[in-house]
């Protein structure tokens, strides 16, 4: 599942790879941010290939270190369908709903609707 990479390769973060990380995540960064976020990242990328060095008992990577005993404390049940709770009456017990799906506030409040006026909100009897 892991695989070793030379420790001997040099990594570097680049403008190249900030301005892309920008465009992934939608930020704007000042030029001093993204010299101080590319040295950031090339300390964390030379520490992950620091931690790709560590010898296991096997010569690779332990994929049972990273979840330690799940097996043995995970007990599974079969899946199987089972009757669901009507569209109704599960959206009969939301704050806010337009008849068909759960009304959520905006994660950015520009608009805040009723979440913030007291009132209960669309749909809601």
Not at 26 to 54: K, M, N, S, T
Not at 56 to 73: C, I, L, N, V
Not at 74 to 82: K, L, Y
């Amino acid at each position: 599942m892991f695989e070793r990479q030379d420790p001997s390769a040099e990594h570097h973060v680049d403008g190249d790879l900030i301005q892309r990380l920008e465009t992934l995540a939608g930020l704007r960064l000042a030029p001093g941010e993204r010299e101080a976020l590319a040295g950031q990242l090339d300390r964390i990328v030379a520490f992950v290939a620091q931690l790709q060095q560590l010898d296991t008992p096997d010569g690779s990577a332990d994929e049972d270190a990273a979840q330690p005993q799940m097996k043995d404390r995970s007990p599974r049940r079969a899946d199987q369908p089972r009757t669901s709770l009507a569209r109704r009456e599960v959206l009969s017990q939301a704050p806010a709903t337009d008849g068909c799906f759960f009304l959520v506030p905006p994660v950015f409040m520009s608009d805040p609707g009723p979440w913030q006026s007291g009132e209960e909100g669309p749909g809601h009897e």
